[in-house]
Structure formats: structure tokens, C-alpha cells
């Protein structure tokens, strides 16, 4: 695998997580620069299906780690068979999604690996021969470029949103082929006892899912006025998000809040109702593929990545909208 982008694909409960594939999306962008051959990894007790899946897009290989023991999530079994699996096949680069599960075992992988790990990127840049990562700073208002020391392989975990899911090239012809490798988790090595996977309280959501968001900032006044964006939310079949400022103000639940102290989204279309643009909510939404901005200044930040802009107030473009979107879906 030498010159190799190896992925850890993440499952939860036999079902890829969709970042596993913006991940892929970043690999395979990378590997335009330097020549590499990209691989994607997944971890469970019966992971050659998921692997099918994976395999549809165009890497060289994927392979599907298996064993009983890794039924259920842990920290200990997947360093130990990570760090096996990667001294063996020696890629050069290992990507992961930075989501919560990676957070808890990534660090331990690599001292076990006794190699240095760039994480929560958003972006990366390859100048000179020399790859870059690019991490956030100063919730959001700074960024750094930063490069790997000491030999490979070398660890970078990827923020959720920075790259998109549809833009993992899917294989011209055919499938990469699927390798399964029987892993074994050496007796001792788990020390902590899985229970069943934690999930959200009735009523919570994951806006990381979303296909569509309806997000509210400052412009929207006063609390009783969300439900002209609900409505708006509803016609478009989509989540309702918000700005900090709405969330602190107890308008809209913690939980969906977007931005660089909330959830960082990439939906299909982000509408941005009354956001000034703040770089504090642009990290959070800027993934997003298509982007429509309603604000009544025109000089707000928001025009600047909008792909669509309306400049109006946004009380009368709301309903406006909303109706035009019900004809539309009654026609």
C-alpha cells in the first residue's frame, strides 16, 4: 500500500454514516495531487455487505475488517485492530471522519502508531509537493495550514460538512474488488463492557442528515415569527435550523444550532433566513451544495457564498415563498 490514501469508512449499527463518503470525496481529491491509490477500511462483525457498498465507488480496494467482537462499538478493539491492519499495509495517509467515535479512539491509534494526527480539518492544500490541512482557529475567525512531521503513516480526521458526500466519484465500470479480513481482538484487550448504542431523545434531531434546511438568524425579530419559517420549512419537506443568537435566546432548541459551537451541516439546500453571514455560522454551512440567501442587506457576508440571493425583507419573501412551493407541488 505504499503511496496509498487508506479511509476508515464509520457504520453505526450495519449502516454507513453519510461523512464516511465525504471522506472518500477528499481522498479522492488528494489522490489527483499526489498519484495515490485510494483504500476505504470498515470495522464491524459483518461488514462485507457495507463493503458492497463502498465498493461502487472508485477506489482500488476495500476491505472489510470482521469479527465478532467488533459487534459493538469500542475504543479498545478498534485501536487494536486498526493499528494491525495499518503496520501491515503501510499507507502513507489515513483519513477519518471526525465524528464523535473517531474523536474517542483516533488519538489512542495514533500514539499506537507513534505518528502525529492533524484533526477537525476543513479543507487541505497541496503546494510545493507538500501537503497542507487546514484547521480552524479561534472558533472559526482564524485558520491554519498545517503539515505532517516524522514518517508515515500519517493521521487526519475530516469535519463533517467539509467536504461533499456527492462528490465521491462513483467506479466507471464495475465494482473495486472487497477483501475480508477475519481480525482477532486479543483476550484483555477490551476493557470497557459495550451496552446498546446511545440514541437521540424523542424529538431530537441530526441535522447532519438533512437533505434540506430551513436556518433562522437575527432578521427573524421575535420568537412568535418562526412559524413563518416552519411553514416555509414544511413546504420544502426540510429541518428548521438557527444562528447562535436564536439558540441562546431559547427560540429554537441547542441542538440545532448551526455553526462553529453547533452542528456543521452539508445538505442539498441550505436557506438562510435573516443571517447576516457571521464566520462563526459560515463554517458551520458552507459544505452546503446549494446555498439561498435572504437577508434585506445586500452588503451582508451571507451574498458572499450564497449560490442565490434575494435581497428583500425576508416577512414578505417568506409567505411569498411558501405559497409558491405549495402551487408548485399541487400542479
Known sequence: MANTILVIAEQRENKLVRVSFETIAAAQQIAK??????????????????????????????????????????????????????????????????????????????????????????????????????RQMFQGKFSA?????????????????????????????????????????????????????????????????????????????EQKNIAMAEALAAALGAEVAGSRPVCDAGWLPIERQIGSSGQTVSPKLYVALGISGAIQHLVGMKGSKAILAINKDAEAPIFEIADYGVVGNIFEVMPALTEAIKQAKGA
Open 33 to 134: 495531487h499526489t498519484g495515490a491509490a485510494v483504500e476505504v477500511a470498515v470495522l464491524g462483525s459483518s461488514a462485507q455487505t457495507i463493503a458492497q457498498e463502498l465498493a461502487a465507488k472508485a477506489v482500488a480496494k476495500v476491505y472489510a475488517l470482521e469479527s465478532p467482537q467488533l459487534e459493538m462499538y469500542s475504543s479498545d478493539a478498534y485501536v487494536a485492530v486498526l493499528t494491525d491492519f495499518i503496520k501491515q499495509h503501510q499507507p502513507e495517509l489515513v483519513l477519518l471522519p471526525h465524528t464523535y467515535q473517531v474523536r474517542d479512539f483516533a488519538p489512542s491509534l495514533a500514539l499506537k502508531l507513534n505518528t502525529t494526527a492533524i484533526p477537525d480539518c476543513t479543507g487541505y492544500k497541496y503546494e510545493n509537493g507538500k501537503l497542507l490541512f487546514t
Open 145 to 221: 495550514d498545517v503539515s505532517f512531521t516524522g514518517a508515515a503513516p500519517h493521521i487526519a480526521t475530516l469535519q463533517n460538512g467539509s467536504f461533499r458526500a456527492d462528490q465521491a466519484a462513483q467506479a466507471e465500470t464495475g465494482q473495486a474488488p472487497v477483501e475480508v479480513v477475519a481480525v482477532t481482538v486479543p483476550e484483555g484487550t477490551v476493557r470497557v463492557t459495550a451496552h446498546e448504542m446511545f440514541k437521540e431523545a424523542k424529538g431530537a434531531v441530526d441535522l447532519t442528515q438533512a437533505e434540506i434546511i430551513v436556518a433562522i438568524g437575527r432578521g427573524i425579530k
